[in-house]
């Protein structure tokens, strides 16, 4: 066993098992991606940290416990069509692909989404595709999706990402009031015209600037 895999083994038992990541199919999917062929060869060593991965231009990857919880609450099928919003270098997108028959990341920095879509390419990956976009318009050319994911925090929900939900589609994400507040991990679930809201457990992510509520001036 090479010490990546080690490595990637101790993620999945020491921060997914241990904190209430129990899907078998979710766990199996973590263990089977090397999020190691993702990051920068400079900063291999950090790919199973327990925190969030910083990258380049403010970016990051979540980190294990909060994205695999948020995986595991969309309560994913192998029928499944999925919209993973912030996708980086293309590593949530590559375990999603392994839980869902189709997967759209969108990633708005163009050099990574270059990285992501090449990274899927190398590790032969074709059931899911990186593209460049803004993160709050998500992609509704495929839509609906089954499941949408947002990976990072934000500060309100985009209408535009709603609607793009199927019938009692999911989409999760991390809710904060701002930069320096609380976070709440939160899942929709579309119920006829309207939406179901769920919290599910406390998470202190990084904000996607992208979802900030519009500034209100008053003179």
């Known amino acids: 066993m090479s010490v990546f895999e080690d490595r990637r083994r101790l993620m999945v038992e020491s921060q997914l098992r241990t904190n209430k990541v129990s899907k078998t199919d979710v766990l199996m999917a973590f263990e089977r991606v090397a999020k190691e062929n993702f990051i920068d060869e400079a900063y291999a060593a950090l790919a199973y940290i327990d925190e969030d991965l910083m990258l380049e231009r403010n970016r990051f990857i979540l980190e294990p416990m909060v994205f695999g919880r948020l ?4 309560d994913l099928k192998k029928t499944d069509s999925v919209l993973d919003i912030g996708a ?3 590593y949530s997108t590559a375990i999603l692909s392994h839980l869902a028959q ?3 990341g969108i990633e708005s920095d163009t050099d990574l989404a270059r990285m992501g879509q090449d990274n899927l390419t190398r590790e032969g990956i074709d059931n899911a595709v990186i593209l460049q976009g803004q993160h709050q318009d998500g992609f509704a050319n495929e839509a609906p999706y089954d499941a949408i994911i947002i990976e990072g925090s934000i500060e309100e929900t985009p209408q535009q990402l709603l ?8 989409l999760v994400t991390i809710m904060r009031e701002n930069a320096t507040s609380p976070g709440k991990a939160v899942k929709y679930v579309r119920s006829g015209d309207g939406f179901a809201h769920t919290t599910l457990f406390d ?3 990084p904000m996607l600037g992208e979802f900030a509520k519009e500034k209100v001036f008053s003179f």
């Open 203 to 205: 998470a202190q992510t």
């Open 102 to 104: 189709s997967v759209v």
């Open 71 to 74: 995986v595991q609450a969309l």
């Open 88 to 90: 980086t270098s293309g």
């Open 163 to 170: 609607d793009q939900l199927a019938a009692d589609g999911r």
